[in-house]
């Protein structure tokens, strides 16, 4: 037992790592998966087809590879090329990711709203800015909340590929207790640590989900 | 000025619409006074929906001319392309009538107080404190202060078209516009809408009622159009229309319909 919290300092410093990657991650992400949405269904052609594109690229190739991109290779591309250092480099890289999958739950759940919406808005003499935030936003959080708690307990053990980068988030600290001592225990301990940030995860959109179900579509 | 005329509320003049290669709207000419109802009939697929919802600017048109109170809201050039007043102005010109669908639309996420003082809030910028009294006012015009913090959901579907109304009323308008307000609604529950449009005109107010109710029609209308194929094919006063249709195909209609 006194071994088990003898390595807690350690993999909880290894969590704050995850941690501090998760949230920023969100924080990015979640405003620029919206950006991306909206113009995703832009009317103008040549838009909508970049991002498109954007979409493409960031589902299509992996999140370490990206990383691995960005902090390797992205130096010696010319004019953009820039030189970062390594958590910077991995934030950079998944909220690119996870703002692209976040940028299509956005779109299914807008366009899942009904034509009449916005019609009856428009017939009120709403503004397309407005009909978006005050009518069609609100109802579309409803309806992506399954979907993204799908996604963001997906990022909680995505931030492990961070160990590529020689980072020592929660899983790295485990692995470096586990070579050290030649024991499995740690990784049992970060299991129990990535679980209950599920937990937490799942019992807030489970509220979340409760509260946006005082009203039937 | 002496010399000014009373312009109508809504002047349309030979409005032409298609989709793809279908024309829904061969040349279709109407105008309504103050205080006139208005109620258009005719198969479906005849294009009476389309044409209301061309007056509001939910579709766009391909030729002709609409004025509403006077003020142009499209026009077309000597070419036969129409051009639209600036998008601004379009707002602004539509916010005189008030429409209420077939489907109800009403905001399912919020209460039925809310979905009425919603867009005097958030368009016309009215505070809350100073909305909420006359919505209170509209939901007990329509039979419905019992239900004011209930969800539409919670709702029969005659008593979301009168929230329905009310939100639209909840605007001011000078004109309203009914796109078969009873169309999907259970027979049994038609009358307490019927009956809300009807105190409307008691009212006058200026309406403009696309239905399937003929009944409704003859009671409540000055005027009826019969719509078939794009076009307006007969319209008259509404009692002398139904009792003597001059067209044979407003007397197959008319028929089929009793």
């Keep these: ?217 | 000025m002496p010399f000014t005329t009373i312009k109508p509320m809504i002047d349309a003049r030979d409005v032409y619409k298609h989709f793809g290669g279908l024309e829904v709207l061969r040349g279709v000419s109407l105008s309504i006074s103050k205080g006139e109802v208005i109620a258009i009939i005719g198969p479906s697929g005849s294009g009476k929906s389309t044409f209301l919802r061309c007056l509001n600017h939910l579709e766009t048109i391909d030729r002709g001319h609409i004025e509403i109170e006077g003020e142009l809201l499209v026009e077309t050039d000597e070419h036969g392309k129409s051009h639209y007043v600036a998008d601004a102005e379009i707002r602004r010109i539509c916010r005189k009538m008030g429409m209420v669908f077939q489907q109800f639309n009403l905001f399912p996420h919020m209460t039925v107080i809310q979905n009425i003082i919603e867009a005097p809030m958030i368009v016309k910028g009215i505070p809350r404190q100073e909305i909420l009294p006359r919505a209170e006012v509209l939901l007990e015009k329509v039979g419905l202060t019992a239900k004011r913090n209930n969800y539409p959901s919670q709702l029969s579907g005659g008593q979301k078209q009168r929230v329905a109304i009310a939100r639209a009323l909840a605007m001011e308008p000078d004109i309203m516009l009914f796109d078969e307000p009873t169309s999907a609604l259970d027979p049994e529950l038609t009358g307490e809408v019927l009956r809300t449009i009807h105190a409307l005109a008691e009212e006058h107010m200026t309406m403009l009622v696309v239905t399937h109710e003929m009944a409704f029609a003859r009671e409540v209308a000055n005027k009826v159009c019969f719509m078939d194929q794009g076009e307006i094919v007969e319209s008259g006063e509404a009692k002398a229309f139904f009792a003597s249709p001059n067209h044979e195909r407003t007397k197959i209609f008319l028929k089929n319909m009793l």
């Design chain 1, 1 to 217: 037992m006194d071994y088990i919290l003898n390595m807690l300092g350690p993999l909880w410093q290894g969590a704050t790592v995850t941690l501090k990657l998760f949230f920023i991650t969100l924080v990015l992400s979640l405003p620029l998966g919206l950006i991306l949405a909206l113009l995703r269904i832009s009317r103008f052609r040549a838009v909508s087809t970049s991002v498109n594109g954007y979409i493409w690229l960031m589902r299509g190739t992996p999140l370490m590879l990206q990383m691995l991109f960005i902090y390797f290779a992205l130096p010696f591309v010319p004019v953009i090329g820039v030189k970062l250092p390594d958590f910077p480099a991995a934030i950079v890289a998944f909220a690119l990711n996870y703002a692209a999958y976040f940028a299509e739950i956005f779109r299914a759940g807008i366009q899942s709203i009904s034509k009449g919406q916005y019609e009856s808005a428009k017939a009120l003499g709403f503004t397309y800015a407005q009909t978006m935030r005050r009518v069609i936003m609100p109802q579309m959080i409803k309806r992506i909340l399954p979907p993204m708690s799908n996604e963001t307990i997906t990022l909680v053990k995505d931030t492990s590929l961070i160990y590529v980068l020689a980072l020592n988030d929660l899983l790295r600290a485990a692995r470096n207790i586990v070579q050290r001592d030649f024991t499995t225990t740690p990784f049992l301990v970060a299991a129990a640590f990535y679980l209950i940030m599920t937990l937490v995860l799942t019992w807030g959109f489970q509220r979340l989900e409760k509260r946006y179900a005082v009203y039937d579509d």
